[in-house]
């Protein structure tokens, strides 16, 4: 894997005191798409800032495509594009003279053809002569995009790129986020979407507290942590578990009509037959059962749990 982003021994200590950042190491290749998960507060606006360069920090290094963002600041920030999360642009500008002057102050030569390009892809070119401040909060977003690609960066980094975005624009940014990558793009997004990761990255960094707690192919990851329930349809409501099947973590669903197992399907028991054979012997009848893998949420409310009370 060719490096796009090369981190070591990073670390963040605000004035404040507060450790934002651990020591993190982590390499992102070339045109991966990478997520970075965490709840809120938990350090990821602090590292992509460090990364781009707008936050000092406190220890480490770190290269974007080579260069390092300390010694080689301007070759590091020309190959970053940065999509922030507060829309930050100015509202009486059009469009298209937002976009180029964005592409100027990266001391890029004009190239109409191009620009033409970014806001073709997503879908602003019939836009390209409106103020900022005539579009709608999509729209907005977009145009930060257009701006964070203007200088033709080969990283790009999306701070929460679907926080507060409606269903359909937040799947034109994934499909665009693809088209992108399908360019050579590396994309690192931050979001607390799990169904966001899953649905994009490749692979997935789990940071909580400032520390990357988890850095895993998504779906290695899935299969690695991915436990999975069964659901027994039952032939008669229950009021409560029998106590026959106190051996198995077992829950009434459904206003009792369902019985749910949780097991991790990589186990060498996973306790189902012995279940199956234990309701029968109870006299528990059922209609159906289904099982289903646990999705990445699942995952990331375990590990978040797992690691409040490893903290505390
Ligand atoms: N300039 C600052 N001075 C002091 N503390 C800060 C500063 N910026 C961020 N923090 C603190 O550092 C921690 C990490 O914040 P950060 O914004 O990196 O988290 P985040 O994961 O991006 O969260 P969110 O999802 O809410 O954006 C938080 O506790 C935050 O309050």
Request: hydrophobic letters at 40%; proline letters at 4%.
């Amino acid at each position: 894997m060719q490096p796009a982003v090369v981190i070591e021994g990073l670390t963040k200590t605000y004035k404040s005191g507060l450790q934002a950042l651990k020591p993190v190491d982590l390499t992102i290749g070339k045109g991966e798409i990478f997520a970075l998960l965490g709840p809120n507060g938990a350090g990821k606006t602090t590292m992509i800032s460090i990364i781009c360069g707008i936050v000092v920090p406190t220890s480490g290094t770190v290269t974007a495509d080579g260069h390092d963002i300390k010694r080689d600041y301007r070759k590091a920030r020309q190959a970053i594009g940065l999509v922030p999360q507060e829309l930050t642009t100015d509202a009486f500008e059009t469009v298209m003279a937002t976009v180029t002057l964005s592409r100027g102050l990266f001391g890029k030569a004009p190239n109409p053809a191009y620009i033409e390009q970014i806001l073709r892809d997503l879908s602003l070119w019939d836009k390209k002569d409106a103020k900022i401040m005539t579009l709608s909060g999509g729209m907005k977003r977009r145009v930060m995009i257009a701006k964070a690609l203007s200088h033709e960066p080969d990283i790009l980094f999306l701070d929460e790129p679907t926080a507060g975005v409606d269903v359909e624009l937040r799947k034109d940014m994934w499909a665009m986020v693809r088209r992108l990558r399908e360019r050579g793009v590396t994309i690192i997004l931050t979001t607390h979407y799990i169904e966001e990761a899953e649905e994009m990255a490749d692979r997935v960094g789990v940071i909580l507290k400032g520390q990357l707690i988890l850095v895993e192919d998504k779906t290695t990851l899935m299969k690695k942590l991915g436990k999975k329930t069964l659901t027994l349809q039952l032939q008669e409501t229950l009021t409560a578990v029998p106590p026959e099947l106190a051996d198995w973590k077992v829950e009434l669903k459904n206003e009792g009509h369902e019985l749910e197992y949780v097991f991790d399907a990589n186990a060498d028991d996973t306790g189902v037959p012995g279940l199956l054979r234990r309701l029968e012997a109870t006299g528990v009848g059922f209609k159906d059962l289904s099982t289903k893998q646990s999705s990445l949420e699942d995952i990331f409310v375990d590990l978040v749990h797992q690691s409040k009370t490893e903290v505390a």
